[in-house]
């Protein structure tokens, strides 16, 4: 069996895309992009406003800088002059791996910014809980007392410890 379809011979076909259809098609892509930009013209600055409240309104709310109350470390006053860094009065507090407390403070406190691992101290009163080799239990503490101290800082420990006396 054999199927036969009418085959038209091919006509020149000037304007085929153009026609009623085609009209309607881009009337409606017309409509929808001015329904675009018009959500836009609105939607953008109402974006703008919202995210300026929600920035000015979550550091009112939440107090960021709250958090640095917290730390144990209090910088006293600083001063900048030239490449070094001066500290009045700074003191840290915190405890050891060991759980022990100490306690820290000076006089004053400069760093150099070319020789950042130097720290030195002036008029230095530090605390520490002390335990027993034994039993592991806190037996007392250690106060050092020390006019001044040049520190070199490697690997997240001091290591020269402070110079002076210490006392009971």
């Known amino acids: 069996m054999a199927a036969f379809s009418n085959i038209e011979p091919q006509t020149a076909r000037v304007f085929a895309g153009v026609g009623r259809n085609s009209g309607e098609r881009a009337f409606r892509a017309a409509v929808r992009h001015s329904r675009h930009i018009r959500l836009l013209r ?7 406003v ?22 144990p470390v209090d910088i006293g006053s600083v001063v900048v002059s030239g490449t070094k860094i001066m500290m009045q009065q700074p003191r840290i507090s915190g ?10 403070t000076a006089q004053a406190a400069g760093q150099d910014l070319k ?8 008029g230095i009163h530090a605390t ?15 106060r050092i007392v020390s006019p001044s101290s040049i520190s070199k800082r490697e690997n997240s420990r001091i290591s020269r410890a402070v110079s002076g006396s210490s006392g009971p």
């Open 128 to 142: 520490m809980a002390m335990q027993e080799s034994h039993t592991g239990e806190t037996q007392g503490c250690m």
């Open 50 to 71: 919202v995210t300026l409240v929600v920035g000015v309104a979550i550091p009112a709310v939440l107090k960021p800088l709250r958090v640095l109350s917290k730390l």
């Open 115 to 122: 020789n950042p691992d130097m720290v030195e101290l002036q």
């Open 95 to 104: 405890f050891t791996r060991d759980n022990h407390r100490y306690d820290l």
């Open 42 to 48: 609105i939607g953008i600055p109402c974006a703008v």
